[in-house]
């Protein structure tokens, strides 16, 4: 299990993420797994406490590219984030990403959707340097 401590003003925030299995789910998560995760490959499960919230994620593969979606412990999709092409996500957040790549190399970009909103994050690295960057739809930065 890997733990994260973070020390706040407000008192100390424990984010801790363990591997799981299917049973050890819920059953009202077992069964949107199942649904979420029809026609794809599981790859594994994994079980986060964070600020006292239980939540649960499927790791799998659909057609061939990376799709993680998160639940919380009735069942509720909380977050789906599926790796893209770059050519398929909406022009200017394209120009927003190519313009954040620069002299790097862009690793992935994935579509996010998190509280019904959906953004575009993608991975680049350059040099040693990794980062992560998030746009919008109309390319605005999103934090």
Request: with cysteine; hydrophobic share 40%; glycine share 8%.
């Amino acid at each position: 299990m890997k733990m994260l401590w973070i020390a706040m003003a407000a008192g100390t925030i424990c984010f801790a993420d363990q591997k799981i299995k299917l049973e050890d789910m819920p059953a009202a998560v077992q069964a949107a797994v199942k649904e979420q995760s029809k026609g794809a490959t599981i790859k594994g499960f994994s079980k986060e406490v964070e600020h006292g919230k239980t939540s649960y994620e499927a790791e799998m593969t659909v057609n061939g590219h990376a799709k993680d979606v998160s639940f919380d412990a009735a069942g509720k999709v909380v977050s789906v984030e599926e790796e893209t092409s770059i050519d398929t996500i909406p022009a200017p957040t394209r120009d927003a990403i190519q313009k954040a790549v620069g002299t790097g190399k862009l690793q992935k970009v994935e579509t996010v959707t998190e509280n019904g909103k959906t953004f575009y994050e993608a991975a680049i690295k350059t040099g040693a340097k990794s980062q992560e960057v998030k746009f919008d739809a109309a390319g605005k930065t999103v934090k």
